[in-house]
């Protein structure tokens, strides 16, 4: 490519961040670092009802927090700001002056209740439902006289009348549109603040965007655009509309599907790097079969030909599979690290013991993480190192407490751990084994009540890590008040 590659996310600040947003930025950005290029973050926020600072600032914290990282645009600055489009307004006002004064736009006095009923009648009489141009020609005299009702006009662009509009799609292919459907829309509103169609078209040329890579449902806005374009008398970038995302019944993604936004994916203990894993394949095929993609291998072989044509299709199960893969495999500290504000917030430590006890925490994140697929998850699974076991899993009680030895192999076991010297691996397993072995049982005759007895859970870790990281103490004292558990419960119905 000759041209310096310049692309731009451009989200409308009207809700958080959602995973269908979250990969028109990403493909964005691995475009543009594959070409090194330059990747832009503009906020369309003219639509003053919807937007808000807010959602704004969300967008801006979920990106940073998935590591899409921009050259240009909020917090960082750049030769092409300001990068809100509330902060642009002059220059769309001056570009309209140059349409107007050239003829290409005009004002348009109806009233939202006179297009409704006009649309209304043509829609009766069978012929398409678009501004049937009424305005175009207005005298000065008609002007005025709408200006003295107190009527506020919109700006309309002239659209041609005839011909065809032809959107080069560097994913679609040529996609051509029949200019006699297509309106003289609105660039203006009545309030004076441009629409999307406009701004967008203004602030792409302005920031001297190369390529526009978005979602498909932009697609039917493509041939206004050109248009508008062609009026400013600018060049025309290229477009490459990415395709939809559904659920997997193929219907639109919406709540009932379960977390769509970034943030939520987040709350749940989905890390950054699984999601951009995961984004990077929704829509796009790498070479190989391999499934698990770091961001710089994305880049390297990101290219906009193999972008499918075809919808996505959503799949948390497979998002998660991939985050677990994540868990298992990335720096234990790092791992840790993450985990941690989970545990806080379901009480399991504080901030303070977090910290103090940092290394304990990643001992236990280290021995157990392979069997959680999600932050949350992990969290969960080792409060019983922080916190008493109140509960014991019915299951298990069924099949391992209303054994008639296991109490007394508890007892056993929790005298022989009492006495013993030093505390390791090693020499809890022996201990056990000991036991079993004298009574002739298997292990798994302690090993599983024990299991139930200091954790509440029939599954986990192996035993004597467990034990070894509770300590001798807090095992002992557990493996007893399950004994006196057993004999309350299992026993006293008996
Ligand atoms: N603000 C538009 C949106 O969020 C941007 C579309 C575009 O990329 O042109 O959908
Ligand atoms: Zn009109």
């Given at each position: 490519?000759?041209?310096?590659?310049?692309?731009?996310?451009?989200?409308?600040?009207t809700?958080?961040?959602?995973?269908?947003g979250?990969?028109t930025a990403?493909?964005?950005l691995?475009?543009?670092?594959?070409?090194?290029?330059?990747?832009?973050?503009?906020?369309e926020?003219?639509?003053t009802?919807?937007?808000?600072e807010?959602?704004?600032a969300?967008?801006?914290r979920?990106?940073?927090?998935?590591?899409?990282?921009?050259?240009?645009?909020?917090?960082k600055?750049?030769?092409?700001?300001?990068y809100f489009?509330?902060?642009?307004?002059?220059?769309?006002?001056k570009?309209?002056?140059?349409?107007?004064?050239?003829?290409?736009?005009?004002?348009?006095?109806?009233?939202?209740?006179?297009?409704?009923?006009?649309?209304?009648?043509?829609?009766k009489?069978?012929?398409p439902?678009?501004?049937?141009?009424?305005?175009r020609?207005?005298?000065?005299?008609?002007r005025?006289?709408?200006?003295?009702?107190?009527?506020?006009?919109?700006i309309?662009?002239?659209?041609?009348?005839?011909?065809?509009?032809?959107?080069?799609d560097l994913?679609?292919g040529?996609?051509v549109?029949?200019?006699?459907v297509?309106?003289?829309f609105?660039?203006?509103?009545s309030?004076?603040?441009?629409?999307y169609?406009?701004?967008?078209?203004?602030?792409?040329?302005a920031?001297?965007?190369?390529?526009?890579i978005?979602?498909?449902?932009?697609?039917?806005n493509?041939?206004?655009?050109?248009?508008?374009y062609?009026?400013?008398?600018?060049?025309?970038?290229k477009?490459a509309?990415?395709p939809?995302?559904?659920?997997?019944?193929?219907?639109?993604?919406?709540?009932?599907h379960?977390?769509?936004?970034?943030?939520e994916?987040?709350?749940?203990?989905?890390l950054a790097?699984?999601?951009?894993n995961?984004?990077?394949l929704?829509?796009?095929?790498?070479?190989?079969?391999?499934?698990i993609?770091?961001i710089?291998?994305?880049?390297?072989e990101?290219?906009?030909?193999r972008?499918n044509?075809?919808?996505?299709?959503?799949d948390v199960?497979?998002?998660?599979?991939?985050?677990?893969?994540?868990?298992?495999?990335?720096?234990v500290?790092?791992?840790?690290?993450?985990?941690?504000?989970?545990?806080i917030?379901?009480?399991?430590?504080?901030?303070?013991?977090?910290?103090?006890?940092?290394d304990?925490?990643?001992?236990i994140?280290d021995?157990?993480?392979?069997?959680?697929?999600?932050?949350d998850?992990?969290?969960?699974?080792?409060?019983?190192?922080f916190?008493?076991?109140?509960?014991?899993?019915?299951?298990?009680v069924?099949?391992?407490?209303?054994k008639?030895?296991?109490?007394?192999?508890?007892?056993?076991g929790?005298?022989?751990?009492?006495?013993?010297?030093?505390f390791?691996?090693?020499?809890t397993?022996?201990?056990?084994?000991?036991i079993t072995?004298?009574?002739?049982?298997?292990?798994?005759?302690?090993?599983?009540?024990?299991?139930?007895?200091?954790?509440?859970r029939?599954i986990g870790?192996?035993?004597?890590?467990?034990?070894?990281?509770?300590?001798?103490e807090?095992?002992?004292?557990?493996?007893?008040?399950?004994?006196k558990?057993i004999?309350?419960?299992?026993?006293a119905?008996?």
């Amino acid at each position: 490519m000759s041209e310096k590659v310049r692309v731009r996310f451009a989200p409308s600040p009207t809700g958080s961040l959602h995973i269908g947003g979250a990969r028109t930025a990403l493909f964005n950005l691995l475009f543009a670092r594959h070409n090194n290029g330059t990747f832009v973050l503009r906020i369309e926020d003219t639509d003053t009802e919807r937007s808000t600072e807010e959602s704004a600032a969300q967008i801006v914290r979920s990106l940073k927090w998935l590591g899409i990282d921009w050259d240009e645009g909020p917090e960082k600055g750049g030769d092409f700001g300001p990068y809100f489009q509330s902060q642009r307004l002059e220059l769309y006002k001056k570009e309209v002056d140059r349409l107007l004064v050239e003829g290409k736009a005009y004002y348009c006095y109806c009233t939202p209740e006179e297009l409704a009923q006009r649309r209304e009648a043509a829609l009766k009489a069978g012929k398409p439902p678009k501004y049937d141009g009424c305005c175009r020609n207005l005298t000065p005299e008609q002007r005025e006289k709408f200006e003295a009702e107190g009527r506020k006009p919109t700006i309309r662009l002239k659209m041609p009348e005839e011909g065809y509009t032809e959107v080069d799609d560097l994913i679609r292919g040529k996609v051509v549109f029949e200019n006699s459907v297509l309106d003289d829309f609105i660039i203006v509103k009545s309030n004076g603040i441009p629409t999307y169609n406009f701004a967008c078209v203004v602030d792409d040329n302005a920031m001297k965007i190369t390529h526009i890579i978005r979602a498909e449902e932009h697609l039917s806005n493509t041939p206004k655009q050109i248009q508008a374009y062609r009026a400013l008398g600018y060049d025309i970038p290229k477009f490459a509309h990415v395709p939809m995302i559904l659920a997997p019944d193929r219907s639109k993604l919406s709540k009932r599907h379960g977390a769509t936004s970034v943030e939520e994916f987040k709350d749940q203990g989905y890390l950054a790097k699984a999601i951009i894993n995961y984004l990077t394949l929704l829509g796009w095929s790498p070479e190989g079969t391999e499934e698990i993609f770091e961001i710089d291998k994305a880049i390297k072989e990101f290219t906009l030909e193999r972008v499918n044509k075809t919808a996505a299709i959503y799949d948390v199960k497979k998002l998660t599979w991939i985050n677990g893969h994540y868990m298992r495999e990335l720096d234990v500290n790092f791992v840790t690290e993450e985990t941690i504000p989970f545990m806080i917030k379901k009480g399991i430590v504080t901030e303070e013991e977090a910290k103090e006890k940092f290394d304990y925490i990643r001992e236990i994140v280290d021995i157990s993480r392979d069997r959680s697929k999600t932050l949350d998850e992990l969290a969960e699974s080792i409060a019983f190192f922080f916190k008493d076991v109140t509960e014991y899993e019915e299951k298990g009680v069924r099949k391992h407490f209303a054994k008639e030895n296991a109490a007394k192999l508890l007892t056993l076991g929790a005298d022989a751990l009492e006495k013993l010297g030093d505390f390791t691996l090693e020499t809890t397993e022996a201990t056990f084994r000991n036991i079993t072995e004298e009574l002739g049982l298997k292990a798994a005759e302690i090993i599983h009540p024990t299991r139930l007895a200091i954790t509440g859970r029939t599954i986990g870790p192996g035993l004597f890590h467990i034990i070894v990281l509770l300590g001798r103490e807090k095992t002992v004292e557990r493996m007893r008040k399950a004994v006196k558990w057993i004999n309350d419960n299992v026993h006293a119905e008996e």
